[in-house]
């Protein structure tokens, strides 16, 4: 079994300081959080980033002031979120990837999203799956519900996207598809033989969605964006404190944990 990548979404765009005081929201204490989760077990820092009063943005100033702190500190792959906020027009979201990270989220679908809709029409899609292609960045395809794998396969039939894929199911969303083993199974046997797959729980399903992922032979993603909770009741104290629990558990049954480079090997990254 190829050894374990650990995703760490460090801030989001829904969770707030009210939500847990420990959310990282300026450059700086986003840079520290992807240090120590590196220094944790992390290899990809799944990014998100916030403007002066908190809010969620893409602006691309914002974002290369982030990425070159992290990576000051950091060998970690620093995956730039396209997915924004809910009501963020398509360019918006794209603006980040003219600064080539080494990845980037492709949602390949629309989902309702709690109480709003996450717009993924197909002329979004493939724009930004175009813009991907113009800048070297590796996708990660997310998936929120199972038809969002059939439509990621057609991007490779038009030439947007190149096989081997990866792909993250993004599960427990209120809207889409549910946290249940059931559905993790199901997801993954959808997937075209040969790819790769992480899994993002939503809130309480994060650790049991994680155990399977280590015993199956994906990967996992953990942190305050899909999560605050370190168990029912108790705040995490910071998004490390996840990450090192997914480490023991990969511990405990004999998987070992990529480095960031044994991650890019994997996902067939070229270190830049």
């Given at each position: ?160 996207i190149q096989m ?22 199901y997801l993954v ?62 511990g405990e049954f ?19």
């Amino acid at each position: 079994m190829e050894k374990l990548i650990i995703t760490a979404a460090l801030t989001g765009a829904e969770t707030t300081k009210e939500h847990n005081p420990n959310l990282p929201v300026t450059p700086q204490e986003i840079a520290d959080a992807a240090y120590e989760a590196e220094q944790a077990g992390a290899s990809i820092i799944h990014l998100h980033v916030r403007d002066r009063d908190g809010r969620p943005t893409q602006s691309v100033e914002t974002f290369r002031q982030t990425i070159s702190l992290i990576q000051k500190k950091c060998r970690a792959i620093i995956q730039v979120s396209t997915g924004g906020a809910v009501g963020m027009t398509a360019e918006e979201r794209i603006a980040p990837i003219s600064l080539k990270p080494e990845m980037a989220t492709l949602t390949t679908g629309t989902v309702n999203f709690g109480d709003g809709v996450f717009l993924n029409p197909p002329e979004y899609i493939e724009h930004f799956a175009q813009k991907m292609k113009e800048n070297g960045v590796k996708p990660e395809i997310e998936v929120f519900e199972a038809g969002m794998i059939k439509n990621a396969l057609a991007l490779v039939k038009k030439g947007l996207i190149q096989m081997p894929l990866h792909f993250d199911f993004v599960m427990g969303v209120p809207g889409g598809i549910p946290g249940e083993p059931r559905d993790l199974v199901y997801l993954v046997e959808s997937i075209p033989a040969g790819s790769t797959w992480t899994v993002a729980g939503i809130g309480r399903y994060e650790l049991t969605l994680g155990a399977m992922a280590i015993i199956m032979g994906g990967h996992v993603r953990v942190g305050f964006e899909d999560n605050i909770y370190y168990k029912k009741g108790e705040l995490a104290e910071s998004n490390a404190q996840l990450v090192e629990r997914i480490v023991r558990l990969a511990g405990e049954f004999g998987r070992e944990v990529a480095t960031p480079d044994e991650a890019r090997e994997i996902l067939g990254i070229k270190k830049r």
